[in-house]
């Protein structure tokens, strides 16, 4: 029978925490964070760390949203390159900005490597693939910058970027080995766990509805009836806020975002196209992204602009050098994952 088109990619492991805790009634939290993907989880964690009483409401699961939906792609930097960054934020913001954005891969790939987190991952760097001179030139500039800075980058020759991605027809591209690919609802998972074992009060089910101040108190109601107070209130809801907050949702940008994996390739097709893990994106009206997963899928994803519909969204996948690959297994079950939270 298929699959529901809406069936994720990534899947929880069958021993999966439950998360049910609450702050006692009458007791008062430091900070309530409302959600729980990897920027509530991760604040949470290193808040509890410095020893602040920290509650995590999510209206679902832990992962359920964008967080345990993605890609998995573990990128440093921004859409903004170094010298960009600097001419419009200044040299001191946008020095902090800069190293911000190189530090993002090694602080993911550091914490589970510390923290000893059973997440799948591949650390073989990222493609940026150039399809016409402009993207190389783009890509040439890009590389100079971060060489400069010391970055493990280096340009890709048309025979060396076929050679990696099995492709014919990209003009070359960049390499930036930094970078690499985890499994994020694990990673999401993970952190819910570590979080936990250092104090955190996690629970799941429980959609916040209501929030009030009140000389200086939050007050803080679910639709589960529960009814909490806190100095400070973290929201990290992202596309789920609603009108949770006046005017919150209005600063959230609408994208149409899709996912596809095929069912495991055969391995005299798989041979030909990427190493496992080896991350490529192809930057043309939309980014599409593509690469193989630890269990043998081709994966492919990408975002377009908001005004375009989704069906549309889908069909232009054809364009994308990965088609071919998609074309030579059509049996294979194509499955979403819904909203991508990171690249």
């Known amino acids: 029978m298929p699959l529901p088109f809406s069936d994720p990619i990534w899947q929880k492991p069958p021993a999966a925490f439950a998360f049910r805790s609450l702050i006692p009634g009458g007791q008062r939290a430091d900070v309530v964070i409302v959600g729980g993907g990897i920027l509530d989880l991760s604040t949470a964690l290193h808040a509890a760390r410095f020893g602040l009483a920290v509650q995590v409401l999510e209206a679902g699961e832990i992962g359920q949203g964008a ?14 390159d170094p010298e960009w960054l600097l001419e419009h934020f200044g040299s001191e913001r946008g020095e902090i900005l800069v190293n911000f954005a190189a530090s993002t891969a090694d602080a993911v790939f550091e914490l589970i490597r510390d923290e000893k ?20 030139k783009a890509a040439a500039n890009r590389d100079r910058q971060w060489r400069n800075r010391g970055a493990d980058v280096r340009l890709l020759s048309q025979t060396e970027i076929a050679a990696l991605t099995g492709a014919q027809g990209y003009l070359g591209g960049w390499l930036d080995r930094r970078a690499g690919v985890i499994d994020p609802l694990a990673y999401t998972s993970e952190l819910a766990r570590i979080a936990s074992a250092a104090g955190v009060k996690i629970a799941e089910h429980q959609k916040v509805i209501r929030l009030d101040n009140n000389a200086g108190i939050w007050r803080i109601s679910t639709e589960g009836g529960a009814e909490l107070q806190a100095k400070a209130v973290i929201l990290a809801t992202n596309a789920y806020t609603g009108d949770l907050l006046p005017g919150l949702a209005e600063t959230i940008v609408p994208l149409h975002s899709f996912q596809i994996a095929t069912a495991p390739l055969p391995s005299d097709l798989a041979a030909g196209i990427l190493p496992e893990g080896q991350a490529v994106s192809d930057s ?13 899928r081709w994966c492919s994803a990408g975002a377009a602009e908001w005004r375009c519909r989704p069906a549309k969204v889908i069909g232009r996948i054809s364009s994308a050098r990965c088609s071919g690959s998609i074309r030579r297994y059509p049996e294979s079950p194509s499955k979403s994952a819904g909203l991508a939270g990171w690249r």
């Open 67 to 80: 967080s345990g939906l993605n890609g998995g792609q573990v990128i440093p930097g921004l859409k903004y």
């Open 284 to 296: 043309r009206r939309i980014l599409v992204y593509y690469r193989k997963s630890a269990g043998g």
């Open 117 to 136: 987190l059973a997440v799948p991952f591949v650390r073989d760097g990222w493609i940026q693939a150039a399809h016409t001179e402009t993207a190389l």
